[in-house]
T-cell receptor, first 113, second 113 residues
Framework: AQTVTQSQPEMSVQEAETVTLSCTYDTSESDYYLFWYKQPPSRQMILVIRQEAYKQQNATENRFSVNFQKAAKSFSLKISDSQLGDAAMYFCAYSLRDDKIIFGKGTRLHILP | ETGVTQTPRHLVMGMTNKKSLKCEQHLGHNAMYWYKQSAKKPLELMFVYNFKEQTENNSVPSRFSPECPNSSHLFLHLHTLQPEDSALYLC????????????FGSGTQLSVL
């Protein structure tokens, strides 16, 4: 069965600094999708970034980028120039094509002013 | 605002009550989902509807009864719940099913006394 593991329940970073959130997953498939979702205090989860496993190039969205290591089954999220609005729960997720999305337990990120 | 609206935002109910959660999406999506979010646990997929047809029931107890009258509306009818059912219930929608980007509502925080 596919699983998603986020080993850091909580993290803190100074405003304007860079932080990396870790995620590992377990699968025997080669074609799949990986996601990072953000859940701010408003509770509304928002997609931050999406990676297709067959693409070697790491996805980026402005200050957010991923380090996708397929062989190691690792999918970390890097947030550069951290801002107060980045404070949230971050969920790593996995899915096969046309299949349900499996989420990790989340990492709560605190931004220190 | 992602175009997915959930009501009520908060709900307190006794174990003998019957209540319903409502979700509405204004995005023209074809798939709608119910998720359960409990503290320190991964998001649990409960039900999936695709073109109004239920395509997934993730072994959810019968005290939770979903209804999808059309592609824009999704309900979760609750009856004789248990205290362990207290959680945040999130609705989501997507254009298609599977690895598509999910759009979430703000959830209903449910407390069962």
């Amino acid at each position: 069965a596919q699983t998603v593991t986020q080993s850091q329940p909580e993290m803190s970073v100074q405003e304007a600094e860079t932080v990396t959130l870790s995620c590992t997953y377990d699968t025997s498939e080669s074609d799949y999708y990986l996601f990072w979702y953000k859940q701010p205090p408003s509770r509304q989860m928002i997609l931050v970034i999406r990676q297709e496993a067959y693409k070697q190039q790491n996805a980026t969205e402005n200050r957010f980028s991923v380090n996708f290591q397929k062989a190691a089954k690792s999918f970390s999220l890097k947030i550069s120039d951290s801002q107060l609005g980045d404070a949230a729960m971050y969920f790593c997720a996995y899915s096969l094509r046309d299949d349900k999305i499996i989420f990790g337990k989340g990492t709560r990120l605190h931004i220190l002013p | 605002e992602t175009g997915v609206t959930q009501t009520p935002r908060h709900l307190v109910m006794g174990m003998t009550n019957k209540k319903s959660l409502k979700c509405e999406q204004h995005l023209g999506h074809n798939a709608m989902y119910w998720y359960k979010q409990s503290a320190k646990k991964p998001l649990e997929l409960m039900f999936v509807y695709n073109f109004k047809e239920q395509t997934e029931n993730n072994s959810v107890p019968s005290r939770f009864s979903p209804e999808c009258p059309n592609s824009s509306h999704l309900f979760l009818h609750l009856h004789t719940l248990q205290p362990e059912d207290s959680a945040l219930y999130l609705c989501a929608s997507s254009q298609g099913q599977g690895n598509e980007k999910l759009f979430f509502g703000s959830g209903t925080q449910l407390s069962v006394l």
